[in-house]
Each structure stands twice: as C-alpha cells, then as structure tokens.
C-alpha cells in the first residue's frame, strides 16, 4: 500500500460545482496534514493546512478522518481558476518530520 | 518576505554529462528539502536537511545524486553522471519548523528547475 494515495483523476466539473476530493494514508502515526495546490508548470503552494476538527476557508473545507486515515478537501462553487492539481501531503513524526505528497488529483473546471 | 530562490530555471544536459541546481530558502528557515517531480507525479523527496545535517537522504540515489547545505543556509543539488530518467522538475522548499516540531505551517517552494537530459 503505498504512503499517500489520491485518486489522479481529472476530475471534470461545470462552473459553480461542488467537488470533493480524498487522500488516504497508511501511517496511523502520521500528524500533520496539508492540502497544496500545484498550476501547470508550477510550483506547489500551500492551499490549506488540516486540523483535527476540520477547517474551512472561503469555499475550502478540509477534513480529517482519523479513525479511517484519510483526509478530504470540499470545495464549493466551484470557479474556472480552481483548475489545478491537488496534491494531498502528510507528515509523520519520529526522529524528524518526514513528508510524503501524493500524486495529485487533477480538477478541471469546465465554463 | 523573499521566497525561495532557486537557479538556473531550464537546464538541457546530455547524458552522462554533470549538473548542479542552487537553493537560498527563506531567511531563518532552519529546514530545507529537495524534491523530485516527474511529469505527472506528486514531488518525491531527495534530501532533507535541518540546519546544516542530513536528516534523512533515505531516497536520494547516492550513486550519482550529492547535495550539500554548507554554512545551513544554501544548498546544492549535484547529478553526475545524469541519466535519461532524471528528466524532472527540481524543487528545494524550505519550512520554518525544525525537523523534530510536529508543525502545521507547511513548506514553500521555490519555482523549480527543469531539467532535461538527452
């Protein structure tokens, strides 16, 4: 099973939409959890952290699902320049942080 | 605040021959990353440092792969010789935690170097 795990997608979706993607995890010990966000030819950046009880953003909400080790990012209303790639990360403590992207999910907003 | 800077932008190389890419994180940032991106691939970690240690390099190939962080603030990644296969985006991204800190403020990256062997 691999480390982080994201449906690659693409995901095709009307303007105004409302889309949700999921992450799983294999590390119950992982700690951390970030959503980014990655443009074509693009650097990622930072979109969302994700908090123990969830947490929103504008049109963002993350969740995270200890007990079934995934972590999910809702977005509503979707908007033509969410189009991107989301890349689900996950840290895992031990000696040091070690960080683990998934491959990405790929959302298309469509006009 | 400066981001992270990293040069050159493009490079073309031809296998077998030696590459260097050039990281300044964010002033202060005491951990600094590279990452590996294939076309269509999350970022895969090269190299961790904190400071100026190696904190884990558990998937760099150390074959032909070297990276260094004199002085903790810059970093060089170093490909000798390079392969087909090291086509990618280089990516260095730096983090105001140190290693050891269960953090939540996430890590920013600089734009990348594409490199290209033929």
């Known amino acids: 099973r691999k480390e982080v795990e994201q449906d690659p997608g693409p995901f095709n979706v009307p303007e105004g939409a409302t889309v949700a993607f999921n992450c799983t995890y294999s590390?119950?010990?992982?700690?951390?959890f970030f959503w980014y966000r990655q443009d074509c030819r693009k650097e990622p950046k930072l979109l969302m952290s994700v908090y123990s009880s969830g947490n929103e953003d504008g049109r963002f909400t993350a969740q995270l699902n200890r007990a079934s080790q995934y972590i999910s990012l809702l977005i509503r209303d979707s908007k033509l320049s969410d189009s991107a790639t989301y890349l689900c990360?996950?840290?895992?403590?031990?000696?040091?942080?070690?960080?683990?992207f998934g491959t990405g999910t790929k959302l298309q907003v469509i006009p | 605040e400066a981001g992270v800077a990293q040069s050159p932008r493009y490079k073309i190389i031809e296998k077998r021959q030696s590459v260097a890419f050039w990281c300044n994180p964010i002033s202060g940032h005491a951990t600094l990353y590279w990452y590996q991106q294939i076309l269509g691939q999350g970022p895969k970690l090269l190299i961790q440092f904190q400071n100026n240690g190696v904190v884990d390099d558990s998937q760099l190939p150390k074959d032909r792969f070297s990276a260094e962080r004199l002085k903790g603030v810059d970093s060089t990644l170093k490909i000798q010789p390079a392969k087909l296969e090291d086509s990618a985006v280089y990516l260095c991204?730096?983090?105001?935690?140190?290693?050891?800190?269960?953090?939540?403020?996430?890590?920013?990256f600089g734009s990348g170097t594409r490199l290209t062997v033929v």
């Open positions: 990360v996950v840290a895992s403590p031990g000696g040091y942080q070690k960080v683990t």
């Open positions: 991204a730096s983090s105001l935690h140190k290693s050891r800190q269960i953090t939540n403020y996430g890590y920013t």
């Open positions: 590390n119950s010990a992982s700690q951390s």
